[in-house]
Each structure stands twice: as C-alpha cells, then as structure tokens.
C-alpha cells in the first residue's frame, strides 16, 4: 500500500510568482485535503477536495485554489505568492463515505519559500 | 469559536521519566480528539485519537490520553520517555460526524526535548 506523496520537498519561488503543488494519494482514498504550517505553528486546514469539487474550505483567499483529479491525485495552486506564503504545506488523504470517521494520512509535506 | 490551545510551547524531559502533553479545546459540541508527532522534516503521525466510550485510551509507541469533558481537555501522557520520542507533538480536533468535510484544527504544537 502506497502512503501519500508529495512533490516537490522544496521549492523557492519570488513574491508575486505562482507555484503548483502537488499530492498523491494513499491508494483506495477519494478526499483530498491540504494544509498550510507556517514556522512554529501548527497546520491550518486550507481546503478539502472530494469527488473532483472543492468541499470544504479554510480562511484562505482565493488565490489559492486547487484541484482533485479522477485517479483522486490533487494540485494546490498559489498565485501571486506573498512572503508570508512560506510555510511547509502538507497534504492529507482519507476514504469517505462509510458512515464512520474517515481518518486523513499526511504525505511528508512540501516547504515553499518566497523571497 | 473553535480552536485547540497547547500552553507548552517547549518541554525538557529525562530519559526514563515520565510526561505528560497539555491540550484544551473550545468546540461547538464534543469533537473527535487527536494526537499527532510531526519528526523533524516529516510529515504528521497519529499517535492515538477518540471518538466515544472509554475516556482513557492507548496509542502508538506507548502513548496514552484521557478525555476530561469538564475541562475540555484531551492530555497525552507517557510513563517512561525515550530518546526517540523527541519531537513536536500536535492536539488536533475534528468534527464528530462521519462527513465528507473532515477538516481538523490544530493547537501550536509542543516541541519535545529529550535529555540523556
């Protein structure tokens, strides 16, 4: 069984740029959600995807998007990135839809830096 | 409003001794309870988690936690602490239904040193 992947593991990009992240999921799961950790804090939930539609979403403007793919793989888009954009963003999958609390598993993250 | 309060950002333990991880919460009704370890460069690990019944219940690696609904806490503990164990510890809570949207909130974390 194949656990959560992301790539890039670090990325630099200059402020005003766009950058594409992007998470694989455990195999067998259908939702997607994605998480921002900035230095010293904990992870802030940015939005949920599941069935291919953005379900679910934290206090993030919209320059941040994503997407859900039909393999259940997902993007995270930022434009127009900010310094405070820097942060480690994590991905976490789950299997929804058995009634029951679904529990997310965490790929090892992405560390974006904006300068 | 929601949200998960972890009031030690930093603890020192010996080896061998015990600990004992803070973490209160404020939510809308009684959430679903978590503990994950995030290793440096690592992504997050779930030590334990509870959803109903016993309020004491037993994790990965040793670890415990009790639910105290009248403090609205959620404490991890363990009895004899290893080299290994030293890392940032996270209290996390999510809603109690089995929906699509299963967002989780995070406290600030307790970064975890380990003496010899």
């Known amino acids: 069984e194949t656990g959560v992947t992301q790539s890039p593991t670090h990325l630099i990009k200059t402020r005003g740029q766009q950058v594409t992240l992007r998470c694989s999921s455990q195999?067998?799961?259908?939702?997607v959600s994605w998480y921002q950790q900035a230095l010293g804090q904990g992870p802030q939930f940015i939005f949920q995807?599941?069935?291919?539609?953005?379900?679910g979403r934290g206090n993030f403007p919209p320059r941040f998007s994503g997407l859900q793919f039909p393999n259940y793989s997902s993007e995270l888009n930022v434009n127009a990135l900010e310094l405070d954009d820097s942060a480690l963003y994590l991905c976490?999958?789950?299997?929804?839809?058995?009634?029951?609390?679904?529990?997310?598993?965490f790929g090892p993250g992405t560390r974006l830096t904006v300068l | 409003a929601q949200s998960v309060t972890q009031p030690d950002i930093h603890i020192t333990v010996s080896e061998g001794a015990s600990l004992e991880l803070r973490c209160n919460y404020s939510?809308?009704?009684?959430?679903?309870l978590f503990w994950y370890v995030q290793s440096p460069g690592q992504g997050l690990q779930l030590l334990l988690k509870?959803?109903?019944?016993?309020?004491l219940v037993q994790g990965i690696k040793g670890f415990e936690a009790e639910f105290k609904r009248s403090q609205s806490s959620f404490n991890l503990r363990k009895p004899s602490v290893h080299w290994s164990d030293a890392a940032e510890y996270f209290c996390?809570?999510?809603?109690?239904?089995?929906?699509?949207?299963?967002?989780?909130?995070f406290g600030t974390g307790t970064l975890l040193a380990v003496q010899p």
């Open positions: 976490a999958s789950s299997l929804v839809g058995t009634g029951q609390y679904n529990e997310q598993f």
């Open positions: 195999s067998g799961h259908n939702t």
């Open positions: 995807y599941y069935r291919e539609e953005e379900n």
């Open positions: 939510y809308g009704a009684t959430p679903y």
């Open positions: 509870y959803f109903s019944g016993d309020t």
């Open positions: 996390a809570v999510g809603p109690n239904y089995g929906g699509a949207t299963n967002k989780l909130i």
